[in-house]
């Protein structure tokens, strides 16, 4: 049976049967499949580095039928500095969650795919702060996948730069504060750095989607709106978000020196 090369990166894995597990797969040639590796629990097994989430790897695959199989993998990426930080590397199971949901199974899914790459190396390799790479990532991938909320001008009165910013999203518009009418609970404010970084990200170029810098306040106002907006318009939630979100939560860790 003809084999298939391509390299892809595990979105989620299931355990089946005694040894095996059904990888959900992004490729760079098949888009999302999902892959059976027949062995890929099993003490020695050739692939079970690569059959691991947030694992890009170069497959050999065969097809019957409705399904892939593995044949042999062999890993490119490991991410190794998302498994030294659990905020990291919690962040990076939410992107993969939400890169599943907005791509379809056997459909090209190319920018996603480097969308979701570029996203885990900004976390794992250049250590960019998560509370920075969050909104950036969300609002990024949302544009990619169809859901590119209009923000050059006010929807309403066409000012490019409201005084009091508001996003609405679900209708996925920027307003003024004293423009639209409805639901204002529906619109998330923004203020203008946290407008300039929107911009940024929906219009900048990709190469330097993590290069800039906001306050705290701002940046929170960014986030608040990107994950509020994410939500409204897949209509779902993410149990792997609700799980990053709790480790905010915790008391901030103690220094190594408070702790001598």
């Not at 404010?189 to 219009?203: D, G, K, M, V």
């Amino acid at each position: 049976m003809p084999c298939i090369v391509t390299r892809g990166i595990v979105l989620r894995e299931t355990e089946t049967k005694e040894t095996d597990k059904i990888l959900t797969l992004l490729t760079d040639k098949l888009g999302k499949i999902s892959a059976i590796a027949r062995g890929a629990r099993r003490k020695g097994c050739k692939f079970a580095a690569c059959a691991q989430p947030l694992v890009w790897s170069e497959w050999t695959l065969y097809q019957r039928g409705d399904w892939y199989y593995v044949n042999e993998g062999a890993t490119v990426e490991l991410f190794g500095g998302l498994r030294e930080d659990l905020d990291a590397m919690a962040l990076g199971f939410y992107f993969s969650e939400l890169t599943e949901a907005v791509t379809a199974a056997g459909e090209p899914a190319l920018a996603a795919l480097r969308h979701l790459l570029n996203g885990l190396y900004a976390l794992g390799r250049m250590h960019k702060p998560t509370a920075l790479v969050k909104p950036a990532f969300e609002l990024k991938l949302m544009a990619l996948a169809g859901y590119e909320p209009l923000a050059d001008s006010c929807a309403y009165c066409g000012c490019p730069e409201p005084e009091i910013p508001m996003l609405d999203v679900v209708q996925g518009v920027l307003r003024c504060k004293s423009c639209g009418s409805g639901d204002r609970s529906l619109s998330m404010p923004l203020c203008p750095a946290s407008l300039a970084a929107l911009r940024h990200i929906l219009y900048g170029d990709p190469k330097h989607l993590y290069s800039f810098r906001l306050g705290d306040s701002a940046l929170q106002r960014l986030s608040h709106a990107a994950e509020a907006f994410t939500a409204a318009q897949l209509e779902r939630g993410f149990r792997t978000l609700d799980f990053y979100k709790s480790l905010q939560s915790l008391p901030v860790k103690m220094s190594k020196n408070e702790n001598k």
